[in-house]
């Protein structure tokens, strides 16, 4: 059995992740959680969020803050987030993690629909950094961790917007990195390749594009949520202190 490792760094830190209910972002969740974090997470569904929370509590686990706002509405993110702080203290770690990878084709494109995909995979990481800088400027740091997606860096067809708004996550970083660096706030890049949740499966998993999987990634192993929020807690932890403003890539070897 692999052991992984444990970051006693994080234990006790107030830890907000958005879209925690389920796929990637619900492995964050329980392994921020199973690290003693203080875990706060924004999503639209309420049924996949109520069931995530009595799961952990059921397991044991100290149970997550859920709190419920569309990360379209600013300002129901930002009364989430306000609200979030002032019941566990200011926020140490953001993990911008939601998104939403709905195909779209190139003829069909509407000026709202543009709006709208931008909304929900680009405008919200920069208001969630927005709204808890402040406080990790109390506490003296911090760290943001966006999640990005391989997607651009192989040329992924038939979602352009989404792929758009990934190439800008990683520009977002660097522009963050540079100018919340001297508070000692770290913003870094955490780049999935494909990633094996249910709705990915479910989805788009079939045998052919299994055989394509094993094609181009290095390592054969399917990438599941859990080797994503493995990076994550890393990101956020003390051990990776002085790393800012980069990308970190997991993808078995895809990109
Ligand atoms: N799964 C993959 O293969 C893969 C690959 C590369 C990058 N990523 C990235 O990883 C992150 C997580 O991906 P995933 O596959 O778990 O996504 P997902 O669609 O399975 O889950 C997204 C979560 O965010 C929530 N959410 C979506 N829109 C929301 C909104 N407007 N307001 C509030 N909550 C909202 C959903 O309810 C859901 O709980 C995303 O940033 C995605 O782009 C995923």
Not at 96 to 104: G, I, K, W
Not at 140 to 147: A, P
Not at 207 to 232: F, G, H, N, Y
């Amino acid at each position: 059995m692999t052991i992984f490792a444990t970051y006693p760094s994080l234990a006790s830190k107030v830890v907000l992740i958005t879209g925690g209910a389920s796929g990637i972002g619900e492995a964050h969740v329980e392994h921020f959680c199973a690290a003693g974090a203080r875990v706060g997470f924004i999503d639209r569904n309420i049924q996949a969020a109520e069931s995530l929370v009595a799961r952990i509590v059921a397991a044991g686990g100290n149970a997550p803050h859920f709190l419920h706002a569309d990360l379209r509405d600013i300002e129901a993110t930002q009364g989430a987030i306000a609200g979030f702080a002032a019941a566990h203290g200011d926020v140490d770690v953001l993990i911008n993690n939601a998104a939403h990878d709905e195909r779209h084709d190139i003829e069909t494109v509407s000026v709202a629909y543009w709006d709208e995909r931008i909304a929900l995979n680009l405008r919200h990481l920069f208001f969630c950094a927005q709204a808890v800088t402040p406080g990790m400027i109390r506490k003296g740091g911090g760290s943001i961790v966006n999640v990005g997606s391989f997607s651009w860096r192989v040329g992924l067809g038939g979602m352009p917007i989404y792929v758009a708004a990934k190439a800008g996550i990683e520009g977002l970083t660097r522009g963050l990195a540079r100018d919340l660096g001297a508070h000692d706030i770290s913003v870094n890049t955490l780049v999935p390749g494909w990633v094996m949740t249910q709705r990915q499966i479910d989805l788009w998993v079939t045998p052919e594009v299994e055989e394509e999987l094993a094609q181009r990634q290095c390592l054969k192993s399917r990438v599941t949520p859990a080797d994503i929020a493995r990076m994550a807690l890393w990101l956020a932890a003390a051990d990776s202190r002085m790393c800012t403003a980069q990308s970190f890539v997991v993808d078995g070897g895809w990109s």
